[in-house]
Structure formats: structure tokens, C-alpha cells
């Protein structure tokens, strides 16, 4: 089967196009698919080869972004998504298709992996402390990073793709917890390493890590959690942190990080627009450059 990798692109740079050109030595195809508003960013990518690029010229968001082009595949191949600022290592591909395979095997279904994450602001690997190690270096868990996740199309489509519902965050912890209640494998692998970003930066408040985003994604991660908190499917640690997240991160983020103002306003504007079933894009002054 052809590899495919998808990435989402808004407001692209030259560093998007070098992670691009890096990534096309390892895939059989790639799949530019740009979320940025009212523009076509086509030229910065002419001339890469194996790449296809597409405009939607509106933020769509994640879900239905991936959507959009995986319900046009007729045959079934591997599937790997990226964010734009991922970086792919020289031998991360295909590591994970042996993983992925071994899985398979292993399990006797299929499934998604993905790379375990360096995060750089944390400077720190991430390995979930929910685990259940079936090879040296290869683990069960509730879920993976949207960047590196490694599938098929046929897992995806008995699913029913990405859930559209889901702007932006969580969309990847949705997608794994449906992979999952449909007796599917979710599994990360440490045999390869793939360095990430979450949010503008991180620090300690007594013993508790707090990552920082730009202010409007409070409005997605508020609204999305309250919509996933109606699902049976969500596992209980993932119900207390979006209880969490609702209660304790607001006040957190009020005292310590800036723009409290705004901060509050999608705050609220996320619990009123779950209340009136609002999905899509926040309709509201978002900084395009601000992509964290």
C-alpha cells in the first residue's frame, strides 16, 4: 500500500516548506491542505515533488479539513498526519509502519500508533503513565498526538473519519477514543522520537505543570469539553481533566497569564455557545498569526 501523509496548513512560512520538502523523502505522497482564510499559498509549495496542494481558502478546522479529502479515497493506503511544524526524522516513517505492523500481529486487529513526543517546552518526553507495554518500547494507551498518528484508511472510515464536531483541540483524543471503543489498538511507540510544541510555553505551579495558549483557544477547549463530556466513550481521567479544565485552569489562567480580558470573554463565549450547539470557527477577532 502507497503511504499518504496529510497536513493541515494555516498561514504557512519557508519553515513550513522545509518541513515539507523533508517530509516527501519519506512518503509515497503528501496532502497540503490549507485552512488559511482568503488565501492561496500554492506558489510557496510549487515545484515539491509527490505533494498536492489544496485551498479551501476558510478554516475548517482539523476534522473537517481531513475529512474533506480522506471520504474522496477509493482505496485503502497507509494514512500519517502532521502539523505544519512537525518535523519528520530521517527513519520515524518507517519505524512507525514496522510498529504498526507488529501491532497488527500482535493484537490480531488494527489500529493507529504514533511516535512518543519530545516536548520542547516542557524539554521533556512524554509517555503517558496509563500504559500497557506489549513489546520493549511499544505501549497501549488512550490516546496519541495528532502529529505522527499512523493508521489506514479502513480504520478511519469504520470509525467515521474525524469527528467534525471537534474544532481544533481534542480532536486527536476523540478520534483515538472511537478507535478504541470500536475494538481498534491505540498504541505509541518509543522507537522513534518526535520533537512538538503544546501552546506557547509551560510552567510550574506547585508541582503542576501549566501549559500557556494564546488566549482564543480557551473558546475551543471550553466548548469542546463540555461537548465530549456527553460522550460514553470518554475515558474517566479525561472526564476529570475536562472537569478540571472547566473549574480550576480558568482561575489559574486568569491570575497568572495575560490578556485575562479577552481570556474571560471566550471563556464564556464557550460554555454559551455549547449551550447553543455552535460547532466551527470562532466568529470573533482571532489573531491570524497566532497558531499556537
Not at 112 to 127: S, T, W
Not at 133 to 152: A, C, D, L
Request: net charge positive; proline share 2%.
Amino acid at each position: 500500500m502507497k503511504t499518504i501523509s496529510l497536513v493541515t496548513l494555516y498561514f504557512p512560512d519557508e519553515n513550513v516548506k522545509k518541513n515539507i520538502t523533508q517530509l516527501s523523502h519519506f512518503v509515497d505522497n503528501i496532502v497540503l491542505l490549507d485552512n488559511t482564510p482568503d488565501s492561496d499559498n500554492s506558489t510557496l509549495f510549487s515545484g515539491l515533488e509527490k505533494t498536492e496542494y489544496i485551498a479551501y481558502k476558510e478554516n475548517l478546522g482539523l476534522s473537517e479539513a481531513f475529512n474533506r479529502y480522506l471520504k474522496s479515497l477509493k482505496e485503502n493506503n497507509y494514512i500519517i498526519f502532521f502539523d505544519q511544524d512537525s518535523f519528520c526524522p530521517e527513519n520515524l516513517i518507517e519505524q512507525l509502519k514496522k510498529d504498526y505492523s507488529f501491532c497488527c500481529e500482535r493484537l490480531n486487529k488494527k489500529g493507529v500508533v504514533g511516535p512518543a513526543y519530545f516536548e520542547k517546552n516542557a524539554n521533556q518526553l512524554m509517555i503517558p503513565k496509563q500504559k500497557k507495554e506489549i513489546s520493549e518500547g511499544i505501549y497501549q494507551v488512550k490516546s496519541i498526538i495528532t502529529s505522527g498518528m499512523f493508521t489506514e484508511l479502513e480504520v478511519l472510515q469504520k470509525i467515521g473519519f474525524w469527528n467534525e464536531e471537534i474544532f481544533l483541540d481534542m480532536a486527536d483524543w476523540d478520534l483515538c477514543w472511537r478507535v478504541l471503543k470500536n475494538n481498534f489498538f491505540c498504541c505509541l511507540t518509543r522507537n522513534v522520537i518526535l520533537s512538538h510544541r503544546l501552546g506557547c510555553g509551560n510552567f510550574n505551579i506547585v508541582g503542576f505543570r501549566i501549559e500557556e495558549w494564546a488566549d482564543f483557544r480557551n473558546y475551543y477547549q471550553i466548548r469542546d469539553s463540555l461537548y465530549l463530556l456527553n460522550k460514553d466513550y470518554v475515558p474517566l481521567k479525561f472526564r476529570i481533566k475536562f472537569i478540571s479544565m472547566l473549574i480550576i485552569r480558568p482561575i489559574i489562567h486568569f491570575i497568572f497569564f495575560k490578556n485575562r480580558k479577552k481570556r474571560f470573554f471566550y471563556f464564556i463565549k464557550g460554555i454559551n455557545d455549547y449551550k447553543n450547539n455552535v460547532h466551527g470557527m470562532l466568529c470573533c477577532g482571532v489573531n491570524k498569526n497566532a497558531k499556537d
